[in-house]
């Protein structure tokens, strides 16, 4: 895990989310998926400078969709954020979770 894979994932495991339980590296089909909230059939991917070069877009966009096929809703976090701004990218996720389960 990247370090601020890591991070994200401290502050999911290490809260009371509400009954939410995520799951870190888990596989998908073709995918390893950074984080996962089986009960709102909710992707979490955090993105670093690299998804933004080459082909990398285009390449997340193929995954997205193969995801959002299985049902699987992604929702994907800049690293920067996760840094610089923990608490308000955990409020989002929390926030994408519990949509999904209304």
């Known amino acids: 895990m990247s370090p601020p ?3 994200l994932w401290v502050a999911l495991r290490g809260r009371a989310m509400g009954g939410l339980k995520f799951r870190r590296q888990h596989p998908m ?15 979490i991917e955090v993105d670093g400078m690299s998804h933004l070069a080459d082909d990398h877009p285009a390449r997340d966009a193929r995954r997205d969709a193969w995801v959002e096929d299985q049902g699987v809703k992604t929702l994907r976090v800049g690293a920067v954020d996760v840094r610089d701004n923990l608490e308000g990218v955990v409020d989002i996720i ?9």
């Open 29 to 43: 089909g073709p995918y390893i998926l950074d984080f996962f909230c089986a009960q709102a059939r909710l992707a």
């Open 5 to 7: 894979e890591l991070r």
């Open 94 to 102: 929390v926030r994408a979770a519990k949509a999904r389960l209304a």
